[in-house]
């Protein structure tokens, strides 16, 4: 009732959702990495679309790095620029339901200490980038766009002995609004900050939740932005743009103010694409990627 009054809780909303257009929110570190996580084989067709897109960006951006559990042997031809580091990470017990999620989540939570760049973007693997990205950050800042939800509802049902007490000091979890994971871009200082502790976290929370759940790492990164006393900077809609939410189910043409489209199957839509962006394109509706993204290990067999 008294939320208002309290002094840390102010602190942080002072330092959250930051439209970019700020000055102080602008410094001169580039985006010059792009890092994409990409975790079983199922996931290297996007993740190389992903990196062809990215390749098409201005020579701004020098590498484009896939970070994945997958030899660079599975992988086909890669554009210029692009590389894969391969990471060996830890499997969950056979008895947990959503292993390769776990695996592609600590694969994502390394990813971005991949790259050698000073500015450093990591998008999901099913985000294309259609723009290059103009993004000039500040040490001790987290540039993403933002979706609506509270975080801390993760952990509604959960007994009160497999919540880490440290969900009880944060205050971002507990917002309606929070950072979007699947586009984020930070320094490779602050990236060296938020990853370790990411990492913590993550597992910390997972492995005291049951697996009724897909496991998420934007609960923890809620957590630990409050934690490292980060300014989160919003960089608005056309930086991560909802493309099944927003056209799915019709054809449409993708506008032009797009510069991260994320989502959008089928991937040959997206060739059509890069033969004539200004022709419509028909992609699934927004029920799709839950569908088939977010199933535990015996559903993606059945499938």
């Known amino acids: 009732m008294f939320e208002f009054l309290n002094k ?3 602190h942080i909303l002072s330092r ?3 439209p970019a257009t700020q000055p102080d929110t602008q410094g001169n570190i580039a985006v010059s990495s792009v890092v994409i996580p990409c975790t ?7 993740a190389v679309l ?3 897109f990215a390749s098409r960006c201005a020579d701004s951006i ?3 790095v896939i970070v994945s559990d997958q030899p660079l042997s599975a992988f086909p031809t890669l554009p210029e620029r692009v590389r894969v580091v391969t990471l060996d990470v830890p499997s969950r017990e056979a008895s947990y339901r959503y292993k390769q999620i776990y695996r592609s989540r600590l694969i994502k939570l390394q990813a971005p200490l991949q790259a050698t760049g000073d500015g450093i973007l990591m998008i999901d693997s099913d985000l294309n980038l259609l723009q290059t990205p103009q993004i000039a950050m500040r040490e001790h800042h987290l540039y993403s766009s933002f979706r609506q939800g509270k975080m801390i509802a993760k952990l509604a049902d959960a007994p009160a002995e497999h919540i880490p007490a440290y969900y009880k000091t944060t205050i971002r979890p507990y917002l309606q609004d929070h950072v979007n994971g699947a586009y984020l871009a930070a320094s ?3 990236w060296q900050r938020i990853c370790p502790l990411w990492l913590t976290l993550f597992n910390d929370t997972w492995e005291l939740m049951n697996d009724n759940q897909p496991p998420t790492d934007q609960l923890p990164l809620a957590a630990l932005i409050d934690l490292l006393d980060l300014r989160t900077v919003n960089l608005g809609e056309w930086a991560n743009w909802p493309v099944s939410k927003r056209i799915g189910g ?3 043409v993708i506008p032009a103010e797009v510069v991260g489209a994320h989502g959008g199957f089928p991937l040959s839509e997206w060739q059509k694409y890069l033969q004539d962006p200004a022709q419509p394109l028909s992609f699934k509706g927004q029920d799709y990627t839950r569908k088939v993204r977010y199933l535990t290990d015996a559903e993606k067999q059945q499938s």
């Open 40 to 46: 079983g084989a199922d996931y290297i067709e996007e």
């Open 250 to 252: 019709q054809s449409a």
């Open 50 to 52: 992903s990196a062809r």
């Open 16 to 18: 959250h959702n930051i």
């Open 8 to 10: 840390h809780r102010r």
């Open 188 to 190: 490779r200082r602050t």
């Open 62 to 64: 020098k590498e484009i």
